[in-house]
């Protein structure tokens, strides 16, 4: 029984060459959805401001979820 010109592919080396298009098809599809990395736009001052506010109901939070008031 000679092989004539015949190629046969195994079970597993298919699932193989499969497995490996279809990481490749995801990867090249996944690469069009990075964006390119952009500076930060906020100035010095910016950064250093104060951020958090103790607002109306950030105290009705605290006060439902019984955190103990600042300085009492």
């Known amino acids: 029984?000679?092989?004539?010109?015949k190629t046969?592919?195994?079970?597993r080396d298919f699932?193989?060459?499969v497995g490996i298009g279809t990481v490749g098809a995801g990867a090249t599809l996944a690469t069009p959805l990075v964006g390119?990395?952009?500076a930060?736009?906020?100035t010095n001052d910016?950064?250093?401001?104060?951020?958090?506010k103790e607002?109306?109901?950030v105290?009705?939070?605290?006060r439902v979820n019984r955190y103990p008031a600042k300085g009492g």
């Open 59 to 62: 105290k009705a939070f605290y």
């Open 55 to 57: 607002t109306d109901h």
């Open 40 to 42: 930060d736009s906020e």
């Open 46 to 52: 910016e950064k250093r401001k104060a951020r958090y």
């Open 36 to 38: 390119p990395a952009l």
């Open 8 to 11: 046969t592919v195994g079970r």
């Open 1 to 5: 029984m000679s092989e004539d010109g």
């Open 15 to 17: 699932l193989r060459k």
